[in-house]
């Protein structure tokens, strides 16, 4: 077996060797100098929690199959056992009533070891019929408000004309019945 051929310049990269290990070590340092650095400025930047973190809280649907007061039961999405729920503090139960009386879902915030709360209601379908409720109703608009149904309408003006239009029209009244206009004008 033949035995390898040293060089003159096989000779001079063994001796510069050394120095390119030792330049490379250098580097790897300042690089890793660097990275710690970068890490000791992000965690300043992020610090770590002084209290641990709540538990992951996740949104479900459901369906209330009992209430009473703010407290209900609801069967989740995929389960078959009702569990027990409350509703959340901003959330009027009125709201769920009407719920359960529709059929529509609500939505639930679910957290291990934590009672599920019902934070809303989830309408999935346009209703049948819609029936607002409250102390006070206001509909206003910039232009004109219309309320239609079928061929009878009642239509308001911004700039005062009231326009009534159906096939028959009546009215009538349990005390005085006043009409006022300057002019009034039958037929």
Request: charged letters at 30%; a negative charge; proline letters at 7%.
């Given at each position: ?43 300043e930047l992020v610090p770590t929690p002084s209290e641990p973190l709540p538990p992951p809280v996740a949104i479900r649907t459901a369906r209330v199959v009992w209430m009473a007061g703010r407290r209900a039961k609801v069967e989740l999405r ?110």
């Amino acid at each position: 077996m033949a035995e390898p051929e040293v060089t003159e310049e096989a000779l001079e990269a063994g001796a510069e060797a050394p120095d390119a290990q030792a330049e490379a070590s250098e580097v790897r340092t300042e690089v890793l100098e660097t990275l710690e650095a970068r890490k000791v400025a992000l965690d300043e930047l992020v610090p770590t929690p002084s209290e641990p973190l709540p538990p992951p809280v996740a949104i479900r649907t459901a369906r209330v199959v009992w209430m009473a007061g703010r407290r209900a039961k609801v069967e989740l999405r995929g389960m078959s056992t009702a569990i027990d729920a409350s509703i959340a503090p901003e959330v009027d139960p009125g709201v769920i009533t009407d719920a359960v009386e529709n059929g529509d879902a609500v939505l639930v915030e679910t957290a291990p070891e934590m009672v599920p709360v019902i934070v809303g209601v989830l309408h999935t379908r346009r209703p049948r019929e819609l029936k607002l409720k409250a102390g006070s109703i206001q509909i206003e608009g910039d232009e004109e408000v219309l309320l239609r149904a079928g061929r009878a309408a009642i239509r308001i003006r911004a700039d005062g004309d009231v326009e009534v239009v159906g096939g028959r029209i009546s009215a009538s009244s349990r005390g005085l019945f006043r009409i006022v206009g300057r002019i009034l004008r039958l037929n």
